[in-house]
């Protein structure tokens, strides 16, 4: 055999493998340098609903929000100012028209107090005996203030004490575990119908006797709302001291109130019949002094209906 066939046959052959050709792999945002145009056939650019281009930061552009678009609307525009000038004159015409159901400026005069106001009150009224002088105080047939006159009757004490009353009660039926809040709401509306039957009874009294007197209804309110200051005193005396230390200072409550009523009530009803130039002795005085008596004697008595069964 030929030198060479024994050579190649006794080598094997070796097989010749293809190549392997590396593909370049177009980055994102990088063009292919051999494609001559771009591509827009990918779904970012096909047709109107593509997305928008990203911002500068890398984030998407924010579009506008609808509460944008609505206030852009001229027709929005134009309703929010009309609701607008039906708002302002809704509100003039509850401020000119609020003084007829509620008398916010009266209300104002009724809590225009100040502390030393309030000290000489409850002062007068636990001690009424030595005030002297009870006429109310007027500057251009106006009353001043009361924070200026301690005679007159304001709306702070008596609202404040009926505030305490009623918390004093709810204290002492807790410590006789008899608290609920049905007892203590009837607590509170009882006392609030006595005072209202009060003012409606001395009104309907007035009416009858034909008093013409300076008296308001707010006075009337203002003075009978001055008991809730004895009735904290003996509620909170009987907690502390039993029922001995209630009936004491009750009872010292109640002459005083009686006193101050009376001083007080005299002013505003008999002096108007002395202005009048009605005599004193005669029958419709008469009857303005028992009116004066009667409405003095309801205050101790209803002092004591609305708190004895508190103290045992």
Same mark, same amino acid.
């Given at each position: 055999?030929?030198? =060479?066939?024994?050579?190649?046959?006794?080598?094997?052959? %070796?097989? @010749?493998?293809?190549?392997?050709?590396?593909?370049?792999?177009?980055?994102?945002?990088?063009?292919?340098?051999? %494609?001559?145009?771009?591509?827009?056939?990918?779904?970012?650019?096909?047709?109107?609903?593509?997305?928008?281009?990203?911002?500068?930061?890398?984030?998407?552009?924010?579009?506008?929000?609808?509460?944008? =678009?609505?206030?852009?609307?001229?027709?929005? $525009?134009?309703?929010?100012?009309?609701?607008?000038?039906?708002?302002?004159?809704? @509100?003039?015409?509850?401020? @000119?028209?609020?003084?007829?159901?509620?008398?916010?400026?009266?209300?104002?005069?009724?809590?225009? /107090?100040?502390?030393?106001?309030? &000290?000489? @009150?409850?002062?007068?009224?636990?001690?009424?005996?030595?005030?002297?002088? #009870?006429?109310?105080?007027?500057?251009?047939?106006?009353?001043? =203030?009361?924070?200026?006159?301690? $005679?007159?009757?304001?709306?702070?004490?008596?609202?404040?004490?009926?505030?305490?009353?009623?918390? !004093?009660?709810? +204290?002492?039926?807790?410590? %006789?575990?008899?608290?609920?809040?049905?007892?203590?709401?009837?607590?509170?509306?009882?006392?609030?119908?006595?005072?209202?039957?009060?003012? +409606?009874?001395?009104?309907?009294?007035?009416?009858?006797?034909?008093? $013409?007197?300076?008296?308001?209804?707010?006075?009337? /309110?203002?003075?009978? &709302?001055?008991?809730?200051? &004895?009735? *904290? &005193?003996? !509620? +909170?005396?009987?907690?502390?001291?039993?029922? *001995?230390?209630?009936?004491? !200072?009750?009872? #010292?409550?109640? !002459?005083?109130?009686?006193?101050?009523?009376?001083?007080?009530?005299?002013?505003?009803?008999?002096?108007?019949?002395?202005?009048?130039? /009605?005599?004193?002795?005669?029958?419709?005085?008469?009857?303005?002094?028992?009116?004066?008596?009667?409405?003095?004697?309801?205050?101790?008595?209803?002092?004591?209906?609305?708190?004895?069964? +508190?103290?045992?």
């Amino acid at each position: 055999m030929h030198p =060479a066939g024994l050579a190649a046959a006794g080598t094997p052959r %070796q097989r @010749k493998w293809p190549s392997k050709r590396r593909i370049p792999v177009s980055q994102p945002g990088m063009a292919d340098p051999h %494609q001559l145009f771009d591509d827009t056939s990918s779904a970012q650019s096909r047709g109107y609903g593509a997305q928008r281009a990203p911002s500068g930061l890398g984030y998407p552009a924010a579009s506008a929000s609808p509460q944008a =678009a609505f206030l852009a609307d001229p027709v929005s $525009n134009m309703a929010m100012a009309y609701g607008s000038s039906l708002a302002a004159q809704g @509100k003039e015409l509850v401020d @000119k028209n609020i003084d007829r159901f509620i008398p916010v400026t009266k209300l104002k005069y009724y809590f225009a /107090v100040d502390t030393m106001y309030v &000290g000489k @009150k409850l002062g007068l009224l636990f001690f009424p005996y030595l005030h002297q002088d #009870w006429e109310v105080q007027y500057q251009q047939d106006t009353p001043v =203030a009361p924070r200026f006159d301690v $005679n007159a009757p304001d709306l702070y004490i008596p609202a404040m004490a009926f505030i305490t009353y009623v918390l !004093v009660a709810g +204290l002492a039926l807790g410590t %006789q575990d008899r608290f609920s809040p049905d007892l203590l709401g009837l607590q509170a509306s009882s006392a609030l119908a006595w005072l209202t039957l009060e003012v +409606l009874a001395i009104l309907l009294s007035l009416y009858l006797v034909t008093v $013409n007197t300076d008296l308001t209804t707010i006075d009337l /309110v203002a003075f009978l &709302g001055y008991k809730y200051v &004895g009735m *904290i &005193g003996g !509620v +909170l005396m009987g907690l502390l001291f039993g029922k *001995i230390g209630y009936y004491v !200072v009750l009872g #010292w409550c109640c !002459v005083s109130i009686f006193v101050f009523m009376i001083r007080t009530l005299r002013l505003k009803i008999l002096a108007e019949a002395a202005a009048e130039g /009605v005599p004193v002795r005669g029958a419709r005085n008469q009857l303005r002094m028992y009116l004066t008596m009667a409405v003095a004697a309801a205050q101790p008595l209803l002092m004591y209906w609305l708190t004895f069964h +508190l103290v045992r």
